[in-house]
């Protein structure tokens, strides 16, 4: 089946721990993206990628690091530096970046820190 | 940066009724989404609005563009119990140097007890 998968579902992290959440899809999307959802908000966008080996920062990218080696993979990495990482995380990929109103998302992954 | 007011915050429906709620913003939208999102699950999209004054419909859902691209509505007429959720608008401003969403905070819709 098509889709995107982001593992894990549940992930802790310590205080001054980076943790790495995984984002996979195989739609054959060249775009794909990081939201953080914080209770009673809306998604946020943290960064996005348009195509291999490029990625920009959206509207709260401090304290996140992101890499975009393989076309199917953009993983997202919570640093020390982000001091409220406890969020629901979700990845979402499109067809391409100039049809973003076509993405898809994937499960999410709830961070809680210890 | 842009925002987008989403109301009602909560709502409460019972089986059969129609229900409505909308999304406003202080700037102008080219495309407006509506989203359903389950507990624990990613927003999946319901409808995609890209004219002003638009109006489709999905099923039992109904929704429309503003004509003044800054206000957006969705209808779910009939309701059952599986319409249970959370409902995001999200605006799309196209720009040269990339596409980005602008979400509106949400609209839990819940059961009457």
């Known amino acids: 089946d098509g889709g995107i998968t982001q593992s894990p579902k549940y992930l802790f992290r310590k205080e001054g721990q980076n943790v790495t959440l995984s984002c996979e899809q195989n739609?054959?999307?060249?775009?794909m993206y990081w939201y953080r959802q914080d209770p009673g908000q809306g998604l946020r966008l943290i960064y996005y990628s348009q195509i291999v080996n490029d990625f920009q920062k959206g509207d709260i990218a401090e304290g996140y690091s992101v890499s975009r080696e393989k076309k199917e993979s953009f993983p997202l990495t919570v640093t020390s530096a982000q001091k409220n990482p406890t969020a629901f995380y979700l990845c979402?990929?499109?067809?391409?970046?100039?049809?973003?109103?076509?993405?898809?998302f994937g499960p999410g992954t709830r961070l809680l820190v210890l | 940066g842009q925002q987008l007011n989403q109301s009602p915050q909560y709502m409460f429906i019972q089986e059969g009724e129609d229900v409505s709620m909308n999304c406003t913003s202080s700037?102008?939208?080219?495309?407006w989404l509506w989203y359903k999102q389950e507990p624990g699950e990613g927003p999946v999209l319901l409808i995609a609005l890209y004219k002003a004054g638009e109006l489709t419909s999905n099923g039992r859902l109904t929704a429309q563009f503003g004509i003044t691209r800054k206000d957006s509505f969705l209808n779910i007429s009939a309701s059952i119990p599986s319409d249970v959720g959370i409902y995001f608008c999200a605006g799309l401003l196209h720009k040269a140097a990339g596409n980005k969403l602008t979400f509106g905070g949400g609209t839990r819709v819940l059961v009457k007890p």
């Open positions: 700037s102008i939208f080219n495309t």
């Open positions: 739609l054959n999307h060249d775009a």
């Open positions: 979402a990929s499109s067809i391409v970046a100039s049809r973003v109103e076509t993405q898809y």
